[in-house]
């Protein structure tokens, strides 16, 4: 990216050596000659960074730096001084100035400051602009993705959501099926009622029948007092049934009665309850094979896949990964209290290289453990798990085949960059394209 400086210092000399200077190490300048002129310059708003000299006539760098950092707070703005102003300029760092140099500054070291002032100031838009991201591609609270197979899941949850139909998400493990089922219920009517969670899978078949449909005083050994079964609890609200494909033959049969008939009665007990609850139900089993396999019944499935939910692997949806990446670094960072702020581009090249087994589940332990190791504001290969560093060394890229061709290339780019060790530019010369062009179809803007 060309950086644009502006330098204000009633001293020709000075004002016209560091725009020669800084023009030489690729930057754009423009000058001012007093703090009036600086102001009315910064005002067109396409300037990056401002060095001023501490004394000028009318408006002086203090003032003028005051009044960029109340328009734009945390703006970079360095000051000029002379050794008889040291005090006033170590001031105005207190005040929000990026450093302060007395006069004549050594060049290497301001420019130096320069190049760290921009970065951070780069990092700081970045990351606003990837928070601005986050928020308009989240379908709710728990919810992130930009990707064609992403916007087809919310299209469908965004369409049954407010329903009472019964819903069945598919999907592997760590695909995130839990995270569907709490988007459907903030869509729901139910919302402000109960979202019950039952995890299927984690318990046998006398417990699970127990959880839930509850239990009289007596109905089997343990069983000292009544218990409320998690149909009751749900009662108005949602109950989600994780891993539904592990239940055994008799629950399935009791939970086909509860979905046609709304009524159930304890275990041991002889009254029947009446329940008003939305079933939403989770798999990573094809259930149309458990059907043929003779292990799940095929009344039940209908009953349950009213409106079905198929939730695309990691490996099929990269370019959600920059968006869930960044969202589970600021998580993260701010749960272990650390100032980490950004994942570095060879970084992010491991995380689109890797094939993601475990899913968002792998992803979210991934950056967890990064944020933990990382002892820098950026994340580097270095702090990602073994598994990570060492992914996609190979020269070859995988397409799924169920993604559109924008997201295709992206993955190319993406391939590309980290073939050619991050460097942009070799990346664009080996792909026939410009710089320019690589950065217009990720999608970001240029950089150095």
């Known amino acids: 990216m060309n950086f644009k400086l502006l330098i204000a210092d009633d001293e020709k000399n000075i004002r016209e050596g560091l725009a020669r200077t800084f023009e030489e190490d690729g930057y754009e300048t423009v000058c001012a000659a007093d703090g009036e002129e600086a102001w009315k310059l910064f005002g067109k708003g396409d300037i990056d960074l401002v060095i001023t000299d501490l004394r000028m006539p009318g408006i002086d760098g203090e003032e003028l730096m005051r009044r960029i950092l109340s328009l734009i707070p945390g703006f970079p703005v360095i000051i000029l001084t002379g050794h008889g102003s040291i005090d006033n300029a170590i001031s105005t760092t207190r005040e929000g100035a990026w450093y302060y140099f007395t006069k004549p500054p050594n060049l290497d070291q301001l420019s130096l400051s320069v190049k760290r002032a921009l970065e951070n100031r780069m990092l700081v838009?970045?990351?606003?602009?990837?928070?601005?991201?986050i928020e308009r591609s989240r379908l709710s609270s728990s919810m992130i993705g930009k990707s064609s197979a992403m916007k087809k899941v919310f299209d469908t949850i965004s369409r049954a959501g407010p329903t009472k139909a019964s819903i069945l998400i598919t999907g592997e493990s760590g695909v995130g099926k839990e995270l569907v089922a709490d988007a459907i219920h903030e869509l729901s009517p139910r919302r402000d009622k109960p979202l019950v969670k039952v995890n299927c899978a984690a318990l046998s078949e006398s417990l699970l029948e127990s959880e839930l449909f509850g239990h009289e005083k007596g109905a089997f050994t343990g069983a000292v007092s009544r218990r409320?079964?998690?149909f009751e609890l749900a009662n108005e609200g949602t109950l989600f049934l994780d891993e539904i494909g592990e239940i055994d033959q008799n629950i399935q049969v009791k939970l086909l009665r509860v979905l046609q008939e709304r009524k159930f009665e304890r275990v041991g007990g002889e009254g029947t309850?009446?329940?008003?609850?939305?079933?939403?139900?989770?798999?990573?089993?094809?259930?149309?094979e458990e059907i043929e396999k003779g292990n799940f019944r095929e009344d039940l499935y209908f009953r349950l896949n009213v409106v079905?939910?198929?939730?695309?692997?990691?490996?099929?949806?990269?370019?959600?990964?920059?968006?869930?990446a960044a969202s589970f670094l600021r998580e993260f960072a701010a749960e272990n209290g650390k100032a980490v702020e950004e994942i570095h581009e060879k970084a992010y090249s491991r995380l689109f290289a890797y094939d993601w087994p475990g899913n968002i589940r792998e992803l979210r332990n991934c950056i967890e453990s990064?944020?933990?190791m990382c002892s820098k504001k950026v994340i580097t290969v270095d702090d990602l798990p073994p598994s990570l560093q060492s992914a996609g060394e190979e020269d070859s890229v995988r397409i799924p085949l169920n993604i559109s061709y924008d997201e295709a290339e992206k993955l190319i780019l993406r391939a590309a960059i980290h073939f050619h060790k991050g460097n942009k530019s070799k990346a664009a010369e080996a792909l026939g394209i410009g710089r320019k062009t690589l950065h217009r179809k990720l999608g970001e803007s240029e950089d150095d």
Do not use: F, W
């Not at 838009?125 to 991201?133: G, K, V």
């Not at 309850?273 to 149309?288: G, S």
């Not at 079905?308 to 869930?324: H, N, Q, S, T, Y």
């Open 125 to 133: 838009l970045r990351n606003r602009e990837l928070a601005a991201e």
């Open 228 to 230: 409320r079964g998690r």
């Open 273 to 288: 309850i009446e329940t008003d609850v939305r079933i939403i139900a989770a798999t990573n089993k094809d259930l149309k």
């Open 308 to 324: 079905g939910v198929a939730v695309p692997p990691l490996r099929d949806r990269k370019d959600d990964i920059p968006l869930m």
């Open 370 to 372: 990064a944020v933990v």
